[in-house]
């Protein structure tokens, strides 16, 4: 099983790694930093051993990371690992904005159903099963992110059950959620928050976060 080291720290760009498994352009690590998209949050970019990775999965609890063919990677090497450390935060500042926002959400307009989500490094979205525009409740929505944002409050990250890499993150309270995502240690981070409506169809309703600093 790879240990996952962007969870113990998530702010690390590099680190070395050895290789477990090659099949030919998909390499398993003994470790690794880079994350394989999952819960919407897409995957990092990145090298490995210098070689661009083209996609990074998950099979199971495993990652698997596609390389070009003639990788030149065999069983038992040392690697080093190297990701974009400016998307990777970008990434986990969307992350925790969109996360901010979706908990207001269930706070202030319950009942309300989430269909789906996307974290990318230019803007996140949640989609919502809603038969009314959400638009008029997204001034008070973006006010109370921000105001939390402004806060500048710890962001708990560990396990709920190791064994089975369940995890969550935590700002007491405000909410607590299962999450395997890439976090940041304070809601500072994330900086100004804007977000803006989306209608993606009949009852359905998309909330578009971006960094007001763009």
Not at 93 to 98: S, V
Not at 101 to 111: F, I, Q, S
Request: charged share 30%; proline share 3%.
């Amino acid at each position: 099983m790879t240990e996952k080291l962007f969870w113990i720290d998530p702010y690390l760009t590099e680190a070395t790694a050895r290789v477990v498994l090659v099949d030919g352009a998909d390499v398993t690590l003994d470790r690794t930093i880079f994350y394989a998209e999952s819960g919407g949050q897409e995957s990092d970019r990145g090298t490995i051993g210098g070689v661009a990775v083209r996609e990074a999965r998950k099979v199971g609890r495993e990652i698997v990371y596609s390389l070009a063919e003639g990788h030149g990677l065999a069983p038992g090497m040392n690697v080093t690992i190297a990701i974009d450390g400016e998307r990777r935060r970008r990434l986990m500042r969307l992350h925790f904005a969109a996360e901010i926002v979706l908990e207001l959400v269930y706070r202030d307009l319950a009942p309300i159903e989430k269909i789906g989500a996307h974290i990318a490094a230019e803007k996140a979205r949640i989609d919502f099963r809603l038969d009314r525009s959400i638009g008029p409740a997204l001034p008070a929505l973006e006010e109370a992110a921000n105001a939390i944002v402004a806060d500048d409050l710890a962001i708990e990250s560990a396990f709920s059950d190791e064994a089975a890499e369940r995890r969550f993150w935590r700002i007491p309270g405000f909410a607590a959620v299962p999450c395997g995502g890439t976090h940041l240690k304070r809601t500072g981070e994330v900086g100004r928050i804007a977000c803006k409506r989306d209608n993606i169809g009949k009852g359905k309703e998309r909330i578009v976060i971006r960094l007001a600093d763009d």
